[in-house]
């Protein structure tokens, strides 16, 4: 038995896992879990943690549930980012080893895409969509637990990788013919493929699921010229993500062919294709970018009307222009790689398709300045991240269109112009949304206000120091230096600049910790919000106590404007929402079920089955995800009713119930 | 005669006035990309620039307009500026916001579509010195068909006379790329793509990949050296007589997996660069088919289908 022994260790502790730093994370992981397992059993809470969270279908936990994962990935992917400014600081130093620095930019950009961005939005999704169409649960509210528990085991089993086996190296985009054996032989590369798949899948669900949603739950009354920009931006995304994920599935199946069953769809040998993958990827690749910023615009417009106190201008514009975006992201993926040979005539093509997409972008920004024309700003700290995000994005935006310039971008791809450009535009578009976001729901969520001075202490670092990381390296860029170099030499005029930049990221560093320190302490210290609706809201979402009862609306409101409850507040009938008991019936729930958490788990041993080639493990995992599919598809029992009494007595308690 | 409290913050500008002045010149030429020494990347850099002065209309505007707004209405006490909570939208304001990007956008697009084209082409007349590229894990292979000659991690060519340049990779994907004479283009395998570039100065240039492959790709530096024709000509008749030929086995060495250092042969062996079955676009127009003999390298226009 000593051999299998060693095989275990050697194939699960390979020595890229065996370096210092890992192996004190690997120490401080241990104690953590000790010490969470410890405090769950010592306070009793484990039956809890189950009940009320593991097999929750209540989209409002859900939302916590993906907010929480969200912001353990946004620390995981900043560390990441900070060890890559860390070994670029200076010229030929090598605080990490090559294979170590390759690993850190590949996970830093799949964290920060697919596990932090992606479950932030889909938190401000599930925590606001329901309650701003008047609706009580989203449209499949198992498949939504499915989409987090997928989504969240997928994060496991891909986070697992630096411990366990080996981190995939190959970048976020993963493009072959690197990604196969002859390169890449180690088990990285597998818990790339595997893990997004199953993770994409949680991902198709959730925009199949936001899309019926919208679509079919919205309150009587509320046409779709009557729906709050964020629910269109849902539905558009939904949308996006239907149509997107796809060609991304295929193209990570058809790279884990080839590193598992020898085929060569992508490889350097027997005629592969690698560009095949390219123009998969970036088919998904391009409307995901739209995917991570469209939602993002929906907040936007939310938050500028409410601190505002103005309507949203030019609301039927706002909506031609998202699905101008959203049509038109589909037929600009080619300008990710103009530079690989495909012609003039179709670069000029996506060159000017690329351009034209600026102009619907442009045409909200417009709109949204005039939003605040004419009415009283409020300096919030949701405020001042909308605020940033304009003169950012529209940088951010400019650099885009040098780069959609055909011959320019001969000379800017794949340089740090590019890095600081894409940046520019995540981080002031989608990082400062999910923030803006955060701290405009999280009364509505979490029943107290975030503290506002501890928020903008954050919110100017994070707002400096995003300037001061990425303002040297567009120059960088101009300098000539590309992406993902682990080291460079001196002499070429690099290096200032390079710790300009990480002066930076430690600046953003701070802010993250300031932010955290702001979240703990409102949670332990913050302002109750006794009201409801503690920004003076526009949207039905205020109209509901906070933090919202399990059945939201006790009476499902009938809408008449475009902002609903802003509307009411103006004709003084707020009292209108106050019930009399004979309004309120028996409400039918979604009942809490295990198996969703259940197929996420059998998808992860799946997943890790199959990174290690154990293919015994594989198969009893693929026998769980079936056994919870059958088992779920024949299970009726799958609501429960909540008495009449039930809701009278707790919407009395909140003194929203009349007589 | 001033106060001199008005001196002083001046005096304190003009280091900060000095820098950004250096900073628009292109202090040094370190800024690699604003100082390109031939036709195409001087093209390129026009286009950079006036892209950078459409969306710098556009940043101006946008700006102005934001920091009025925002100043202007801010929730203060005794604020006398209108508020005005219900008013939605105005159709001349918009029809403006939709017309004026269009417009700029507009102004750039034409010059990208005709310079787009104009590039993929060497200019009509001009005879071009041909060198095959090979991409290999981590190093650069460099083939002179015409001159018989190769060359590792450095690149020797004439100046004033277009260089094409033909790409493949027998390694994962990278983009080869000289930031001082232009744009970059990848090296994929099974594939070969066309990239002409031009040097108008004598001087050694940087040239690097653009496309992570591996552990080594950092290292995947290389050195241009621009010389005048007869220069070029003196090196390519030392190399053949004082360089020692590049065998198959060598080859079979460079395959390996490893970084190198600079190495010049005075031949290379047959088929480690691909014929060029199915030909690529040269002129925009057509197909062209590079015919290879035993001396010389000519272009036969294919048909198109």
């Not at chain 1, 509320?222 to 995304?237: E, G, I």
């Not at chain 1, 990827?281 to 993002?296: D, K, N, R, S, T």
């Not at chain 2, 956008?105 to 095959?132: E, N, Q, R, W």
Request: with cysteine; charged share 10%; aromatic share 16%.
């Amino acid at each position: 038995m000593p051999s299998f022994v060693t095989y275990l260790i050697h194939t699960l502790f390979p020595p890229t896992v065996r370096y210092p730093d890992i192996l004190l994370i690997d120490a401080g992981l241990i104690v953590g879990a000790i010490g969470l397992v410890g405090f769950l059993t010592k306070t009793h809470r484990w039956g809890w943690l189950w009940r009320e969270w593991l097999t929750t279908v209540d989209h409002k936990k859900i939302a916590v549930m993906y907010l929480i994962s969200a912001i353990v990935m946004l620390f995981r992917g900043g560390i990441d980012a900070e060890m890559l400014r860390a070994q670029l600081a200076m010229p030929s130093v090598h605080f990490m080893p090559a294979i170590q620095y390759d690993e850190v930019f590949t996970t830093h950009g799949t964290i920060m895409i697919f596990f932090m961005a992606m479950p932030f939005i889909f938190a401000l999704f599930n925590a606001v969509i329901p309650l701003m169409i008047g609706a009580r649960d989203v449209a499949f509210p198992r498949v939504n637990a499915m989409s987090f528990w997928l989504f969240a085991f997928g994060a496991i089993l891909f986070n697992i990788s630096f411990i366990i086996g080996g981190s995939p190296d190959a970048g976020w985009t993963a493009y072959p013919p690197y990604t196969g054996l002859a390169f890449n032989p180690g088990p990285g590369e597998n818990y790339y493929f595997l893990a997004l798949i199953i993770a994409g899948m949680g991902t198709t669900m959730t925009g199949i699921n936001f899309l019926v949603t919208t679509i079919r739950m919205r309150a009587p009354g509320m046409t779709l010229m009557k729906m709050p920009m964020f629910v269109w931006a849902t539905m558009v995304t939904s949308a996006l993500i239907l149509f997107a994920f796809p060609p991304l599935t295929v193209a990570l199946a058809m790279s884990l062919f080839d590193r598992l069953f020898g085929s060569s769809f992508f490889t350097l040998t027997r005629g592969g294709m690698p560009m095949m993958y390219v123009n998969l990827f970036w088919l998904f690749g391009h409307p995901e970018v739209y995917i991570l910023v469209i939602p993002l615009f929906g907040v936007f417009s939310e938050v500028v009307a409410t601190f505002s106190r103005k309507a949203l201008f030019g609301y039927p514009l706002m909506v031609v222009s998202i699905l101008a975006i959203m049509f038109l992201s589909y037929g600009t993926w080619v300008h990710h790689f103009f530079t690989m040979g495909a012609g003039p005539g179709v670069n000029a093509f996506f060159g000017l398709s690329t351009m034209l997409i600026a102009i619907p972008t442009g045409v909200k920004i417009f709109n949204w300045i005039f939003t605040m024309w004419g009415g009283r700003i409020k300096m919030t700290v949701a405020m001042l991240y909308q605020m940033a995000f304009i003169p950012t994005f529209v940088i951010g935006g400019a650099s885009g269109v040098m780069l959609a310039v055909v011959p320019a971008d001969y000379q800017l791809h794949n340089t740090y112009f590019l890095i600081a450009h894409f940046h520019n535009v995540i981080i002031g578009g989608t990082l400062f949304g999910l923030l803006s976001g955060m701290y405009y729901w999280w009364p509505k969520m979490f029943g107290m206000k975030l503290n506002e001075r501890q928020g903008k202490v954050a919110f100017w670092l994070f707002f400096i120091g995003f300037w001061i990381t990425f303002t040297p390296q567009y120059l960088l860029g101009l300098k000539g230096m590309t992406r993902r170099l682990y080291t460079y030499p001196a002499g070429l005029g690099w290096h200032e600049l390079n710790v300009i930049s990480t002066v930076g990221a430690w600046i953003m560093g701070a802010g993250f910790v300031v932010l955290v320190y702001n979240v703990v302490w409102s949670l332990l210290y913050g302002e109750r919000d006794v009201t409801g609706d503690p920004w003076d809201g526009r949207t039905l979402e205020w109209s509901l106590p906070s933090p919202v009862p399990e059945y939201n609306f006790a009476r499902i409101p009938v809408v008449h404007e475009r902002d609903e409850w802003w509307a009411m507040k103006q004709k003084g009938q707020t009292m209108a929402h106050a019930l009399r008991p004979e309004d309120v019936h028996d409400i039918e729930l979604p009942k809490n079920t295990p198996v969703p958490f259940l197929l996420g788990a059998s998808f992860f041993v799946v997943g890790f089955g199959m990174t290690f080639k154990w293919w015994p493990i594989a198969i009893v995992g693929m026998l769980g995800v079936i056994a919870c599919l059958l088992y779920s598809g024949f299970d009726y029992d799958d609501h429960h009713h909540l008495e009449a009494d039930v809701v009278r007595q707790t919407e009395a308690s909140l003194g929203r119930l009349q007589g | 005669m001033r106060p001199a409290f008005f001196k002083r913050p001046y005096r304190k500008l003009v280091p900060l006035a000095l820098a950004a002045g250096l900073l628009s010149t292109g202090c040094g030429q370190q800024y690699v990309l604003l100082h390109p020494v031939g036709p195409v990347g001087q093209q390129e850099l026009h286009l950079m620039e006036l892209a950078a002065i459409a969306m710098g209309i556009v940043i101006l505007v946008v700006f102005t307009l934001y920091f009025y707004a925002i100043i202007r209405f801010r929730d203060k006490p005794g604020n006398t500026a209108p508020y005005r909570p219900d008013w939605h939208g105005s159709k001349w304001l918009e029809i403006l916001w939709w017309v004026l990007p269009a417009v700029l956008l507009t102004v750039i697009a034409i010059p990208t579509v005709k310079t787009t084209y104009a590039l993929d082409h060497v200019p009509k007349g001009k005879d071009p010195i041909v060198i095959d590229v090979t991409s290999l894990t981590w190093k650069w292979l460099f083939e002179y068909p015409g001159q018989h000659v190769a060359a590792v991690n450095q690149l020797v060519i004439p100046t004033g006379k277009p260089v094409l340049f033909e790409l493949t990779a027998d390694s994962p994907m990278n983009t080869f790329w000289i930031p001082a004479l232009g744009g970059m283009e990848y090296t994929m395998p099974n594939r070969v793509l066309p990239l002409w570039l031009q040097a108008n100065k004598p001087g050694t240039y940087i040239g690097l990949s653009g496309q992570y492959s591996g552990t080594g790709f950092a290292k995947m530096f290389f050195h241009v050296k621009a010389v005048s024709p007869a220069a070029f000509n003196a090196w390519v008749a030392k190399t053949r007589k004082t360089a020692s030929p590049m065998t198959m086995a060598v080859y079979d060495q460079l395959l390996k997996h490893n970084t190198t250092g600079q190495a010049l042969y005075s031949s290379y062996p047959k088929d480690t660069f691909p014929t060029v079955a199915n030909g690529f676009t040269l002129t925009g127009s057509g197909m062209y088919m590079v015919m290879r003999d035993k001396n010389d390298i000519t272009y036969m226009p294919m048909q198109n289908p």
